[in-house]
């Protein structure tokens, strides 16, 4: 099985709109998902994810040692639990169709404790291939 894409922003505003661009050539939440930091992205929803038919799926998790991340798309379901003490463990586990390694696992928390985003996507045969997922991200990045 391919590995998801991931890719990591030094602003949320930047991951938003990423998720945005990527939604727009088709790929939905069952495929993308998004962390950010910080409670400006989190108002009106508390420690579960929200979701709808129609909604997209969202909720927020309070990390200690980190504050509180906004979790958007596949990553909410199931609904991540708060990690204990090893922030390490609990971001592979939720990133493990992405199989990221240790040192991007440490980008991965430095990017979030300094307040950016990761937006990551799982493949999708129906929607082009991963070069295309990359240069939507890419396009973000820049």
Not at 24 to 51: H, I, P, Y
Request: charged share 25%.
């Amino acid at each position: 099985m391919p590995r998801a894409t991931i890719q990591l922003y030094d602003r949320p505003d930047d991951a938003r709109r990423a998720v945005e661009d990527l939604h727009a050539v088709g790929l939905g939440d069952v495929n993308v998902a998004s962390l950010t930091m910080g409670a400006d992205g989190c108002s009106g929803v508390d420690e579960e994810a929200g979701s709808g038919d129609n909604g997209p799926r969202l909720g927020r998790v309070l990390i200690p040692d980190l504050g509180p991340v906004f979790v958007t798309g596949w990553l909410t379901d199931p609904f991540p639990s708060a990690p204990g003490s090893d922030l390490r463990a609990w971001l592979s586990q939720l990133l493990e169709a992405a199989r990221p390694t240790d040192a991007k696992i440490e980008l991965i928390i430095t990017t979030l404790r300094r307040g950016g985003g990761v937006v990551t996507v799982r493949p999708d045969d129906r929607v082009g291939s991963p070069p295309t997922v990359e240069e939507v991200l890419e396009g973000r990045n820049s």
